[in-house]
Nanobody, 126 residues
């Protein structure tokens, strides 16, 4: 069973960049499909990005396409979310999540992921 810990959040200004990290322990991250989700106050948790086990396939929400990049380093057991051109509407708690097998058709659905981190706050001021 894998444990996930996010880091890298903070308070930034609109237009700035941040890199979130999700460090895994307890299992080899290469065995997992990994996703990033976010939840703003009063809103449901929403899909941000996902990456398959070897990084060859990535998926993005329309709202972050072209600004965010998901990547992974399986040797370091870590997944990253590079966020550029941040907007105030990107403000949320960001979570990484993983599971061993997730069909491509449902990779954007949070209930497909069994393992979750505790989240890291990202706040973007205008």
């Amino acid at each position: 069973q894998v444990q996930l810990v996010e880091s890298g959040g903070g308070l930034v200004q609109a237009g700035d960049s941040l890199r979130l990290s999700c460090a895994a322990s307890g299992d080899k991250l290469s065995m997992y499909v990994m996703g990033w989700f976010r939840q703003a106050p009063g809103k449901e948790r929403e899909f941000v990005a996902a990456i398959n086990w070897n990084g060859e396939n990535t998926y993005y929400a329309d709202s972050v396409q072209g600004r965010f990049t998901v990547s992974r380093d399986n040797d370091k057991n870590t997944v990253y979310l590079h966020m550029n051109s941040l907007k105030p509407e990107d403000t949320a708690v960001y979570y990484c999540a993983g599971d061993r097998v997730i069909p491509k058709a449902t990779i954007r659905q949070p209930n497909e992921y069994y393992y979750w981190g505790q989240g890291t706050q990202v706040s973007v001021s205008s």
